[in-house]
């Protein structure tokens, strides 16, 4: 089911994280499956991030960092390896995703279409004359 939504969510993106339980062997294999399809049809350009959570369980892990880093060199992607509970190189690996992302072609605000929102006012509760 995700898998056909897939793209709704990584259209126009200019990165993406991947994430993968560095517990559990399968959950790498279906990262991998995510990559394939993200290079097959995501954005040309997009800055790929592979991330190997949960290393505040590394006494359990099922993935090697070697086989991980291997994989993400192989397709020219940042890697890393987190720890979400513990906060663990999670603000360094957005540091570094942003700083691979290019920057946007035409920075001139004046450029840009824009728009004002503003509040409807309510539908009138009158039912007719």
């Not at 099922?62 to 720890?83: G, L, N, Q, R």
Request: with cysteine.
């Amino acid at each position: 089911f995700f898998h056909s939504l897939a793209p709704m969510y990584y259209r126009g993106s200019a990165a993406a994280v991947v994430v993968y339980d560095i517990t559990k062997l399968d959950s790498f294999q279906t990262l991998k499956k995510w990559v394939k399809e993200l290079k097959e049809h995501g954005p040309e350009h997009i800055v790929v991030a592979i991330a190997g959570n949960k290393t505040d369980l590394g006494d359990i892990r099922e993935v090697p960092t070697k086989e991980a880093k291997d994989f993400a060199e192989s397709i020219a992607a940042i890697f890393m390896e987190t720890s979400a509970r513990n906060a663990v190189n999670i603000e360094e690996l957005f540091q570094k995703i942003s700083r691979q992302i290019p920057p946007l072609e035409n920075t001139d605000a004046d450029s840009h279409e824009s728009f004002k929102l503003t509040r409807q006012p309510p539908p009138s509760s009158k039912r007719c004359c």
